[in-house]
């Protein structure tokens, strides 16, 4: 028996996508045939990988919100007691979001047909089902409890999609005003400053430096304001690439994590990120060692994930979870204290929820606070630079008025 995968047309139903086993491919041919599919795609699976990334190319991003809100319903349906195939597809029905519509039709088929698992399939979209979400519906199939860990999962993304929101709400003005200001000063430069030149030459008198120096770089940027903006559009897209390469992205976050403000707000996002997944993964059954390789994947700081490797070879040979977080010289204390607790106690996955709950409240406040920083810093640097343009813009006016009189 060999494996293929195929992408097919369904007549009144548009693309559909799934595995086959059987003998070879004109046998595979057939079966397409006989389910009333015209196939577009059949390769064996030594090539599926590339046809099925090729296919889930075709699959836009689903944002946290609509994957948690999919979630949530299939853990009410399939808690009523309806069949897992039945509960794919009535969600599928009501589901508006087109990307997450098209993996549901694919989950659905994988399940009718091919006789997969719910996270068999799941797993095949890695980029919308990650390695947590994967592990515990894996881990709630194995138990005969799949309703309460998808609730589970529910809440955590929910969650999740909440501190992203935070996050990024945070930032938004603070960013606005920025780039606001930069483009203010930048249209100063470029094509206002230049119209006071034969004002100025008018007044035949050396002027001051201040105003020289102005209409120096406002020659500059009239004349290579094209070359500015090329130059900037080079710059940021030669720093994406160099943040491409692991070396310098691990720098890079190790750096971030150092600036004042930032740094803070940026670990505790971290580590009530940890704690969440480390709370469902070991609720879930998981072991600790396993839960650790799983959370070290969803960690978004390479600073961070890079103490996972230590701390997970120090709890494979016996040592406790608090003592390895501590000898990786990078977590708050309040972290150790309860996970040294929860080992104590027998209650781990509790006191994860309790260090989630704590620092997801304490990035609230760090954002606020950055943000009270944050906006008048801005604020006094862009009034600062914009008045510096206007005095060296107004001086030969007074001087001009002084020697007049």
Known sequence: MAGFSYIAIQPGKGRVTGMLQTSDRRAALQQLAERGFQPVVLVQAESAGAATSGLRGFIGRVKTRDLALFTRQLSALTKAGLPLVHAISTVRQQCSQKSLNRIMED???????????????????????????????????????????????????????????????????????????????????????PKFITLFDSFEQELPIPTR???????????????????????????????????????????????????????????????????SLIHGGIHVVDALRVTESVTHNLAVRATFGRIRSKVSAGQPLALAFEQAALYPVMLINLLRTGEETGELPEMLQEVETIYTEECDRSLEAAVRVL??????????????????????????????H
Do not use: H
């Not at 009718?112 to 390695?131: C, G, H, I, K, N």
């Open 107 to 193: 989950v659905e088929s994988n399940l009718t047909r091919d006789a997969m698992s719910l996270a068999e399939s799941f797993s095949r979209y890695p980029q919308v089902f990650d390695a947590v979400y994967t592990g515990l519906v894996r881990s709630g199939e194995a138990s005969g409890n799949l309703p309460e860990v998808l609730s589970n999962l529910a809440n955590q993304l929910a969650k999740s999609a909440k501190l992203k929101g935070q996050v990024l709400s945070a930032f938004i003005y603070p960013a606005f005003l920025a780039l606001a200001g930069s483009t203010a000063i930048f249209i100063l430069m470029a094509f206002v400053i």
């Open 213 to 279: 120096v102005l209409i120096a770089v406002a020659g500059f940027t009239k004349v290579w304001w094209p070359l500015l903006l090329a130059g900037m559009v080079v710059l940021a897209v030669l720093v994406v690439a160099v943040l491409r390469r692991p070396a310098s992205r691990l720098r890079f976050d190790r750096l971030l994590l150092r600036i004042p403000v930032v740094g803070d707000v940026l670990l505790k996002v971290e580590v009530a990120r940890i704690s969440q997944t480390l709370s």
């Open 375 to 404: 906006e008048p810093v801005l604020i006094v640097i862009m009034g600062a630079i914009i008045s510096a343009i206007v005095a060296a813009v107004l001086l030969p006016v007074f001087q001009s008025n002084a020697l007049v």
